[in-house]
């Protein structure tokens, strides 16, 4: 496949920015033009940022899949699509070629339909990374369905309250998952969020692990059986059914500073070009090559730049199990050799732990197919990017460091790899379509420098394709959490700074969101997860700086310790967000305190707390509008 729109030059890239700003909807039909439609667009942007409403290619129809799949047959169906490497290095590796993969999704869609799913349903899946993820979710696609992958990471609780949310009927699930050296038990832990619930229909097991599961009479199915009915009625491709370019395509949850998680919608059409433009633009995507992204497809990233961007470009998407330091911490390294990987795409989080485990993981083994590195996920620092850049991309790969969201769908400020330059901790340049402003609280752009860069709340002032359509079932909350803050201007969250060249810094959140190794956490959620543990009063939780993690997780409890071992509390308390959340919420520090800073209204000053928990005991700031400023001193007495 040729990418007509590829970025070839430094001035390629001004010029295509240029355009993109002061003619966005005739740059965006120009890209659009180059994807299997049933029928082009009427309009190409119908938009405002107070509904809000954000319709792109108003009027188009299509199926993404035939994008991803059919339309790369006929001159690489034999080529691979899926590169599937095993939790368990001396297992089979698995490789769908195009024609197997569209084989296999339109049999999988036809279980779908055969088992009432159709177009609208909302279907959970909750598995582990194995090639049947990607089919699911594809299958899902094929028939319409909108497909809302639930990480594997989650508990119970968290997965009843996404399938109350989304009110689905239907979920696909594994016996098992491999991660490392654990078995986790997916359909168990579905068992359990189903308790109760009355509006699930089918549930759909692969066999993974061949752990001892409950299967329910009537609810629960196995996808193989099916597979197996879908076989013998000779069925190998099915038609895909025909969208509305704004229909939904998934769901995915993610955290905000409320407690509750939303589901963040994206569209069909929108998401797959900027998803494609971006995936060959920013990794300079060449036919044939090998892209390899260690993201979870639970995770946005994985949706973005393992399944659709790379599938709809015709590339070979490498889909790794595992974990990066089972069964040691050269796992990245060997994957890389053994299929020679051109693309490395992971998380600052990843990189800073396998640095700990010194150079010996990568003796041996034979990088020389790199071209391209990438980081998503959290600011980068300069000795992780160093490290990177020296022992994995031996100083002649460039190393792109995107910024974006869930709600972004994609990239939307990164250096385009060997095109654009580089500058560690820097995500650099908007993308084509992008335009970013930093904002002072009241919403002003700000104007004047200080010590050589602008400083700011980073806000987008015009839609690009794949931004959030709306967030599902309240599209209320959709305006309220990202286009009320400022008016007319895209809220991200996040805090930035800007230099002279016009380079952009991520600084972190502005809001009460942790990011914990590259896992988007609301301080809320967690401490809601506390309050629920008996004998626990009040809690209040920030981050701190986390060497490996990036942020940790640091709470403050009033407990009515009614047990002389403080341990023990503390053990119970971390079950306890365990068992609402899942175990990527647990606390890495618990301090038991008697008060909390409270202002005279009752609000919790989250600013000293954060202070405190970064070590900070001396410029606490302005403390005398506290109620009662004596709790201060304990809770820096205390500090662990
Ligand atoms: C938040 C979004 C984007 C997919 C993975 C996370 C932070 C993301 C970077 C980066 C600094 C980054 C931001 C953002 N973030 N990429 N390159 N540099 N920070 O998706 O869970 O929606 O989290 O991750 O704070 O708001 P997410």
């Not at 009040?538 to 640091?554: R, T």
Request: hydrophobic share 35%; aromatic share 10%.
């Amino acid at each position: 496949m040729v990418y007509p729109y590829q970025i070839q030059s430094l001035s390629d890239y001004k010029k295509a920015y240029q355009q993109s700003v002061e003619d966005p909807e005739n740059f965006w039909a120009s890209v659009a033009n180059h994807f299997t439609w049933h029928k082009k667009w009427d309009k190409v942007l119908d938009w405002n940022f107070t509904d809000p409403k954000i319709e792109w290619f108003q009027g188009a129809t299509l199926n993404i899949t035939e994008n991803c799949l059919d339309r790369h047959l006929e001159k690489n169906g034999n080529s691979p699509a899926i590169i599937w490497e095993p939790n368990d290095p001396n297992e089979k590796p698995r490789i769908l070629t195009y024609s197997k993969l569209h084989e296999k999704v339109c049999q999988f869609a036809q279980v779908l339909l055969n088992n009432g799913v159709k177009k609208g349903d909302r279907v959970c899946i909750y598995m582990g990374m194995i090639p049947e993820l990607a089919i699911a979710v594809l299958g899902c696609a094929r028939i319409g369905a909108i497909h809302s992958v639930i990480f594997g990471g989650f508990s119970a609780q968290s997965i009843a309250d996404r399938v109350e949310d989304a009110q689905s009927e239907f979920i696909i699930t594994c016996d098992g998952a491999y991660r490392g050296a654990k078995d986790i038990p997916l359909k168990n832990v579905i068992d359990d969020a189903l308790i109760g619930n009355k509006t699930v229909k089918k549930v759909i097991v692969y066999t993974r692990t061949r752990t001892p599961i409950s299967m329910l009479k009537g609810r629960d199915i196995w996808w193989e059986d099916e597979m197996r009915h879908v076989e013998e009625m000779g069925i190998h491709t099915i038609p895909a059914v025909e969208m509305n370019a704004n229909d939904p395509l998934f769901i995915l949850y993610t955290s905000g500073s409320t407690g509750k998680p939303k589901g963040v919608v994206h569209a069909c059409a929108g998401y797959m070009v900027y998803t494609n433009y971006t995936f060959v633009n920013v990794f300079n995507y060449q036919p044939a090559q090998i892209h390899f992204c260690t993201a979870d497809i639970g995770w946005i990233t994985g949706h973005s730049y393992i399944v659709y961007g790379p599938l709809s470009a015709g590339a070979s998407s490498v889909m790794f199990e595992g974990v990066p330091t089972w069964p040691n911490a050269g796992r990245f390294w060997d994957i890389v050799d053994k299929y020679q990987v051109n693309i490395l795409y992971t998380a600052p989080t990843a990189i800073r732990s396998l640095m700990g485990y010194g150079l010996w993981p990568l003796q041996g083994k034979n990088l020389s197919s790199l071209k391209v590195l990438g980081t998503v996920g959290e600011p980068i620092n300069e000795e992780a990017w160093n490290w990177y850049n020296e022992q994995v991309g031996k100083n002649k790969c460039p190393i792109v460091d995107t910024w974006w969201q869930t709600e972004t769908g994609g990239c939307l400020i990164s250096n385009i790899a060997g095109i654009t330059p580089s500058k560690p901790g820097w995500a650099t340049l908007p993308l084509p379509g992008v335009q970013p402003v930093l904002v002072d609280d009241k919403g002003n752009e700000i104007i004047e420098m200080e010590e050589g860069v602008y400083k700011g709340n980073l806000c987008i002032k015009f839609p690009w394709p794949s931004l959030l359509t709306t967030t599902y079932g309240d599209h209320e909350r959709c305006r309220t959490n990202y286009f009320a803050t400022y008016p007319n201007l895209y809220f991200t969250g996040d805090g930035a700074l800007k230099d002279e060249q016009g380079f952009y810094r991520i600084t972190g959140r502005v809001d009460d969101v942790l990011n914990v190794s590259g896992h988007r956490i609301g301080t809320a959620e967690v401490e809601n997860a506390i309050n629920m543990h008996a004998g626990v009063i009040e809690s209040a939780v920030v981050g701190y700086p986390h060497d490996v993690k990036g942020q940790g997780i640091y709470a403050f409890i009033i407990h009515n310790n009614t047990e002389s071992d403080e341990s023990l509390t503390r053990k119970d308390i971390i079950q306890t967000v365990s068992r609402v959340i899942g175990p990527i919420a647990k606390p890495d520090k618990i301090q038991f305190v008697n008060g909390l800073p409270k202002t005279r209204s009752g609000k919790i000053m989250r600013r000293i707390l954060r202070k405190i928990a970064e070590g900070e005991t001396e410029n606490l700031g302005d403390i005398t509008t506290l109620l009662d400023p004596g709790v201060v001193e304990e809770i820096k007495k205390g500090y662990i």
